[in-house]
């Protein structure tokens, strides 16, 4: 069983940068992709980021494409979410995901374990 645990998130003036963590416990990512989403509520989870094992290939959501990038660092079992140029409109929470496949998916379907979440809250 793999277990999620995601940091990072706080408030941050439009323009800023903040740097998600993904950590994994109890098992390591290995042979896992790992996704991020984010969800408002009242609204659908979307998804925003994957990648896949060992990370030679990403992708993102039209939405956030040059302004955040996914990266992952298998020594740390860790993936990070490094989120530049924000918005108010991505304020959210905003969750980490994985699933054993070495290619990422971009369905909440296709993830089986997923983190608490991290609040991102940007100010205008």
């Known amino acids: 069983q793999v277990q999620v645990v995601e940091s990072g998130g706080g408030l941050v003036q439009a323009g800023g940068s903040l740097r998600l963590s993904c950590a994994a416990s109890?098992?390591?990512?290995?042979?896992?992709?790992v996704g991020w989403f984010r969800q408002v509520p009242g609204k659908e989870r979307e998804f925003v980021a994957a990648?896949?094992?060992?990370?030679?290939?990403?992708y993102y959501a039209d939405s956030v494409k040059g302004r955040f990038t996914i990266s992952r660092d298998n020594f740390k079992n860790t993936v990070y979410l490094q989120m530049n140029s924000l918005k108010p409109e991505d304020t959210a929470g905003y969750y980490c995901a994985a699933y054993k496949s070495t290619y990422y998916g971009t369905g909440i379907p296709d993830y089986d374990y997923w983190g608490q979440g991290t609040q991102v809250t940007v100010s205008s």
């Open positions: 109890g098992h390591t990512f290995s042979n896992y992709a």
């Open positions: 990648i896949s094992w060992p990370g030679r290939s990403t």
